[in-house]
């Protein structure tokens, strides 16, 4: 008994959704999607009768940048470069930085007492 009263509400949902559903469509018409689908599906390219495909969208995805083509000789030598680079040998020991001018941190303010 109680599968039968589950498959009544089941199915009372289902005819109250689909009542909505048609009511909504007479009033206010279909949704776009539904509209645009609709019409991808009956307008096949080259179709008799004047049917045309939907324009395509103003604003294409961008593309990714095109990215330079190496020859086997240029990619041995970025590789021979980025490996000494590593290898500390172009600039040795990296130097300690020494400020020219005050850091702002170095800066002395003067601050209220009761902070």
Same mark, same amino acid.
Do not use: H, N
């Given at each position: 008994?109680?599968?039968?009263?589950?498959?009544?509400? &089941?199915?009372?949902?289902?005819?109250?959704?689909w009542?909505?559903?048609?009511?909504t469509?007479?009033l206010?018409?279909? =949704?776009?999607?539904?509209? *645009?689908?609709?019409?991808? &599906?009956? +307008?096949?390219?080259?179709?008799?009768g004047?049917?045309?495909?939907?324009?395509?969208? =103003?604003?294409? +995805?961008?593309?990714?940048?095109a990215?330079p083509?190496?020859?086997?000789?240029?990619?041995?030598?970025?590789?021979? *470069? &980025?490996?000494?680079?590593?290898?500390?040998?172009p600039?040795?020991?990296?130097?300690?930085? *020494?400020?020219?001018?005050p850091?702002?941190?170095?800066? +002395?303010i003067?601050?209220?007492?009761?902070?």
């Amino acid at each position: 008994m109680e599968l039968v009263k589950v498959a009544l509400v &089941a199915m009372a949902g289902l005819g109250s959704t689909w009542v909505a559903r048609t009511t909504t469509d007479a009033l206010f018409g279909p =949704p776009a999607a539904t509209v *645009r689908a609709t019409a991808l &599906a009956q +307008a096949a390219p080259g179709a008799p009768g004047g049917a045309t495909t939907p324009a395509p969208d =103003p604003a294409p +995805a961008a593309s990714p940048p095109a990215v330079p083509q190496l020859t086997p000789e240029e990619m041995a030598e970025e590789l021979r *470069r &980025a490996q000494a680079e590593l290898a500390g040998k172009p600039g040795g020991d990296p130097e300690e930085f *020494r400020a020219t001018r005050p850091l702002a941190a170095d800066l +002395a303010i003067a601050l209220p007492s009761d902070m």
